[in-house]
């Protein structure tokens, strides 16, 4: 059995934001594969199903980003799954250009809370994560702001074929191929032109 959690913020004020990246890959995933998440569990909206073959647990914790770590840690516990092996968080990454994924086995929070809060609850650093890159924050920005703002309808088409890969890692992750999926999708990708300009709507 898989846990997959992607991290977000709840209530509809953070809906489409950059920081729900993460919530945004669960709820394409739950649409492929027909896995309504709309049970409550361990303060986590969850749904259970299968992908590939596989048992999964689809979840968005409901916690806020910060305390991510508590419903996600409490889930490991409960379904008593092998957190170096089973899990796969998804979550969003300002380093990486809109669209952009970077899959690793392991990690530090890298400055993401709701990463260190999930290590911090596992007490380990080493389980799969599929980062989604966001946009790197304009200068002059407030990083805080800049996370919990919108994209652009050009970034938004962009972010949407990233979902698209986002779920195809994962199904490459579940099936033992993460070496395979990190070649695939940790290579950088040629932005699309213009895509700079959509910036200065950022917050719309």
């Not at 809906?15 to 027909?34: E, P």
């Not at 008593?80 to 952009?100: A, C, F």
């Amino acid at each position: 059995m898989f846990i997959i959690a992607g991290l977000g913020n709840p209530t509809l004020a953070y809906q489409g934001t950059r920081h729900n990246v993460g919530f945004d890959v669960i709820d394409a995933l739950a649409s492929q594969y027909n896995i309504p998440v709309d049970r409550r569990k361990n303060r986590s909206l969850i749904g259970k199903g299968i992908i590939e073959g596989q048992k999964v647990i689809l979840v968005k914790p409901q916690t806020y980003m910060n305390q991510s770590g508590e419903s996600v840690g409490a889930l490991v516990d409960y379904y008593k799954v092998d957190e170096e092996k089973e899990i796969i968080v998804i979550y969003d990454d300002v380093s990486l250009d809109v669209g952009q994924l970077r899959i690793r086995k392991k990690g530090s929070a890298g400055g993401h809370n709701g990463i260190k809060s999930i290590i911090s609850h596992l007490g380990t650093e080493v389980f799969p994560r599929i980062k989604v890159g966001v946009g790197e924050k304009p200068k002059g920005y407030d990083l805080a702001s800049y996370v919990l703002g919108h994209f652009s309808k050009e970034d938004r088409e962009i972010i949407e074929e990233g979902y698209q890969k986002a779920i195809r890692a994962v199904t490459m992750i579940m099936n033992g191929r993460t070496d395979a999926a990190m070649n695939e999708y940790n290579r950088k990708i040629k932005p699309k032109e213009g895509k700079n300009a959509s910036l200065d709507k950022a917050t719309e």
